[in-house]
Every structure is written in C-alpha cells, then in structure tokens.
C-alpha cells in the first residue's frame, strides 16, 4: 500500500462545476500536509498548506481528517486555468527525508 | 532573481555512461533535495542536503551520488546509467527541513538513457 494515496483521475468537469479531491495517508504519525499543483511538463508548485482546522484561499478549501487520515481539496466555480494535476503532499514526522507526494489527481476543466 | 536553475534541461545518453545534472539556488535557502518523477509514481526523493557538506539518502539513491561543497549548488551524478533512470528530475529547495515550508522547484531536467 503507498504511503499517500489519490484517485488519479482524470476528473473532466465543465467551467464553473465544483470539483473534490481526496487523498489518504496511511502513517499517523504525519504532521504537515500541502496540496502542489503540477501543469503540465511544469515543475510542482505550491497550491496551499492544510491546517487542521481547515482553511480556504478564494476557490480552493482544505481540510484534514486525521481521525480518518485523510485531506481533501476542494474548488469552486472551477476555471479553464484551473486544469492541472494536484499533488497531495504529507511531511512524516519532523524530517526532510519524510516529505511524501501523491502520485497526483489529474484535472481537466472542459468550456 | 531566478531562484532554482537546473541543466541541463533535456539530456540524452547512453547506458553506462556518467551523466551530472547541476542545480543552482539564488536563496540561500539551507535544504536542498532531488526527486524523480515517473509516472504512476510521483515524485520520490533520491537525496538530500540539510546544509553544505551535509547529504542524507532518500527513497531512491541507488546508482546516484550527490556532493554540496557550496550552499548554493546541489549536483547529481549518475555513475553508470540505466534506462531505469529515465525520468524528469527535479532540483527543489526549502528554507527549513521540516514543518510546513515552502518547497520550490527547478524547473526539471529531462533525462532519456538509451
């Protein structure tokens, strides 16, 4: 079983949908938790860090379950920009070594 | 200010050949990692710096070495290439080693080993 875990889509949704992604991790003992996103044949960049008390930044909300293992991301009114690959990310422990990717949700928003 | 710079971007070679991919940070930022990105994989940690003179093996090291005589370069060599370490590989950056920093990437370097 991997370590973190995403349906890897592709999700293929019209403008303006909401769209929900989830990611699993099986080591309770992770700390930190990022969604990156990845355009493609682009380098990962930050999408925003999941606090556990959840958080929003304009369209985009996430939360952590650590009951569960579990976060989620969520868009809103998604936009043609907003197609790409989404990357869950967890920080095992307080080591670098540690920093696990999902393997990445594929998105793609259709006009 | 370009942050992270990799080279070479794209790069063909031949099995058993050596192959050194550079990485370069403006920042001074004091970890610095190489991952590997295949598909159905992600991305997986080959290794790490804490600082210069300062590596630590990741997920995936075999058949790679890593040296960091200078805070601001991160060089990864590939001894004897493999058509396994076809990939695109990413340089990445991180002011701390743990806790909810930032990492920030380069922007890849494409390797094909024939």
């Known amino acids: 079983r991997k370590e973190v875990e995403q349906d890897p889509g592709p999700f293929n949704v019209p403008e303006g949908a909401t769209v929900a992604f989830n990611c699993t991790y099986s080591n309770s003992a992770s700390q930190s938790f990022f969604w990156y996103r990845q355009d493609c044949r682009k380098e990962p960049k930050l999408l925003m860090s999941v606090y556990s008390s959840g958080n929003e930044d304009g369209r985009f909300t996430a939360q952590l379950n650590r009951a569960s293992q579990y976060i989620s991301l969520l868009i809103r009114d998604s936009k043609l920009s907003d197609s790409a690959t989404y990357l869950c990310?967890?920080?095992?422990?307080?080591?670098?070594?540690?920093?696990?990717f999902g393997s990445g949700t594929r998105l793609s928003i259709r006009p | 200010d370009a942050g992270i710079t990799q080279s070479p971007r794209y790069k063909i070679t031949e099995t058993g050949r050596q192959v050194t991919l550079m990485c370069h940070q403006t920042w001074s930022h004091s970890y610095m990692f190489w991952y590997r990105q295949d598909l159905g994989h992600g991305l997986r940690l080959i290794y790490y710096s804490a600082a210069a003179d300062i590596t630590d093996k990741g997920e995936v090291p075999d058949g790679y070495v890593v040296s960091r005589s200078k805070t601001e370069n991160f060089p990864l060599t590939l001894e004897s290439a493999t058509r396994s370490q076809t990939s695109v590989y990413f340089c990445?950056?991180?002011?701390?080693?743990?806790?909810?920093?930032?990492?920030?990437f380069g922007e890849g370097s494409r390797l094909t080993v024939l």
């Open positions: 990445a950056t991180r002011t701390s080693g743990a806790g909810t920093g930032e990492l920030f």
């Open positions: 990310v967890v920080n095992q422990y307080s080591s670098a070594s540690k920093i696990i």
